[in-house]
């Protein structure tokens, strides 16, 4: 048996792995510091109550004859199914029921539609980038050409015609840089993908810290959009569902390559692959959609947000160049004084005890750069920026 | 943008489709007829008392902010693993932790794995065949090779030194056919594939209905199966969890192909495409392996393996050829007086409003043939049998 050799390419990751052994050794010296984790990218607030309430609920369903569900469609419940497009519609953005797969997340979404293209194809992701959008094209075998984000373009790189490409990675908001496209800069990406033919594959995880009413929260605010985009949702980062899994892929029908529909061929894959979403927490998601459960979700981004706003005036007061944190959990700032993103990790663990994540982790324009995060507690972050203030 | 063409190759199943249409024809004509479904897949008994209890008390601890969790281990929790070493421990079986994979069923592993494979290898599958076997092997181009199950092998098809594979699959318990091998059988199949340096993908997720103690459950009870095989296990069937969805995956760690660990390539596959299963899913799963909730598991198994003896108790009496039934949930007949699948389904369904699944449906040997299953409710299956009975 031969296996897959493309395996042999993958590169390790010793980015999260490497903080965790320097914390440590830090933590050694000095037993008694405290730690604040700002390099977090895991919520910390409980579910929602509504969520908590509707799982109950569905939890009782199952424990009783009458009530019990076992296979459900592979594609999701239609309750949810119809609370999602009723999402979509506020925007508004029209979607079709069968547009819309529930699925366990974002993450296996965006590594599984690759089932669906051939090998031979160039994938054009940015850098820096979410490192599953390279391995997962690493395992299959296909090139894949790097697009530069940096300070210059506000880490968010626009497209060039003389690069070829067929699957497009977007990110917006932008893990890591907190970064988020505007409609027209979206405009031009759409239509550079249907000038080449290609699919745009849109993560848009973060949409609800997008505050700005003037920033597009779905690709398909965009025209065009229906005809070279898949987008990638969660409830992750929304609801608190890092630990609970659920998420959902719109796959428009207009979506046709040679002659195939990626619809059909999306609805193929996770019949045929796929089980579908514990009843349990479709159940849960779908509440999420409940208007109690929209006023618990949109106090559980504004705790998030508020964090950001802290931290991102302590970034202004000290004239730190950032991106993000307005519209998303992340802020992305310019270690300060020429130093390296490793430099900075250590600066800032041992002279603060702080810990973030360093943006050469993220890929090679990362260097120099560095990632906070929102997630954490309110008293914390508090501390953090009391701590940074300190520093100078 | 080029689409994988290997899924023009798919054939459309419209085994299900069909039987649909034909008893919706059916009511239609003779609207006051109550039809007993026996061809059901799936679980019809909610879940066990101790998982419904252990599942809301997880719902509980994740929403309140000191006990809630966020991302877990893509490989899945500690307890839950370790709980399954323990039950393999009784058979015995000897497993260590890192070679347990909890995962969201058997269905996405069985299809997820053949990422670790090369599309150059030669596939075998018996016929009758899970169609899902199949079907993510045409996804990915790769050569099948099939084996004829039969009434003269029992259905239970034995290597031919002749025939070259590199990817074996192999279901016991089997569905359709529920026919089981014993000891000798499956260590032929482990001598075979280690000759060929294939790998044996053991498919055991009806291993609980087992309750002949010389058959094996696990495939790893067999001398070198570690050098040659992953086991496939789900809970949908043991406990009901098929709208639950969880299901675990052992990866033994000598299983070594062209220098490489099986075990590290599944470990980055799934923690690169997959984000584990519900931390409330996997609290429930435990709860399966507790004293109260194995009791309680068997309780279930028994009520449909009590079905299983009533509908082979009335095959038995009308002479029709049978495997399964005994240590599976399937029973596996012939059509009687040479009547073809297709036939057969029709003449249960008109003459006694039974509806069953023609065994054609699962490749060419499977013609002449019909699947009855014991997941249905015991008063019904009882009415059944009293209606096959007024056949003759």
């Avoid at 697009?147 to 977007?170: C, H, K, S």
């Avoid at 046709?256 to 061929?265: C, E």
Wanted: aromatic share 12%; proline share 5%; hydrophobic share 35%.
């Amino acid at each position: 048996m031969r296996i897959n050799e493309n395996y042999w390419k993958l590169q390790d990751s010793y980015l999260f792995s490497t903080i965790a052994k320097k914390v440590k050794a830090f933590l050694a010296e000095h037993p008694d510091q405290k730690i604040i984790r700002l390099g977090i990218g895991d919520v910390t607030l409980p579910l929602p109550a509504a969520v908590v309430s509707a799982m109950h609920e569905a939890v009782d369903e199952m424990g009783k004859k009458e009530s019990f569900h076992g296979y459900g469609p592979e594609q999701g419940y239609s309750f949810l199914k119809t609370a999602i497009q009723g999402y979509y519609a506020r925007l508004p953005v029209k979607l079709e029921e069968e547009e819309i797969f529930v699925s366990d997340g974002a993450k296996s979404d965006l590594g599984n539609i690759l089932d669906l293209f051939d090998r031979h194809n160039t994938v054009l992701v940015p850098d820096p980038v979410y490192p599953v959008y390279v391995d997962t094209n690493v395992m299959a075998g296909r090139n894949i050409v790097y697009m530069n984000a940096n300070e210059l373009n506000g880490f968010l790189p626009m497209p060039d015609g003389q690069v070829q490409a067929d699957i497009i990675y977007l990110c917006s908001p932008n893990n890591p840089t907190g970064a988020v496209y505007h409609k027209t800069q979206l405009k031009a990406w759409v239509d550079y993908a249907r000038r080449q033919g290609a699919v745009i594959l849109f993560d848009a995880a973060y949409e609800a810290f997008i505050s700005d009413e003037s920033l597009p929260r779905s690709i398909f605010e965009i025209d065009g959009a229906r005809e070279c985009a898949v987008e990638f949702c969660s409830f992750s980062k929304t609801a608190g569902f890092t630990g609970t899994r659920c998420g959902y892929t719109v796959v428009p029908k207009e979506l046709t390559y040679g002659g195939t529909k990626l619809n059909s061929m999306w609805l193929r894959r996770q019949t045929t692959k796929f089980n579908g979403v514990p009843y349990i927490v479709q159940k849960g998601a779908s509440a999420v959609f409940s208007e109690e459960g929209q006023r618990q979700v949109k106090a559980n981004i504004d705790y998030y947000k508020e964090n950001a706003r802290i931290i991102a005036d302590a970034l202004k007061k000290q004239g730190i160049w950032y991106t993000g944190g307005e519209n998303s959990p992340y802020l992305w700032l310019k270690c300060p004084e020429g130093k390296s993103s490793w430099e900075y990790f250590d600066y800032l663990l041992t002279q603060a005890g702080i810990v973030g994540t360093p943006g050469a982790g993220f890929g090679k324009n990362g260097e120099g750069f560095f990632r906070l995060t929102a997630f954490g507690d309110r008293e914390n972050t508090k501390e953090a920026v009391q701590r940074l203030a300190s520093l100078r």
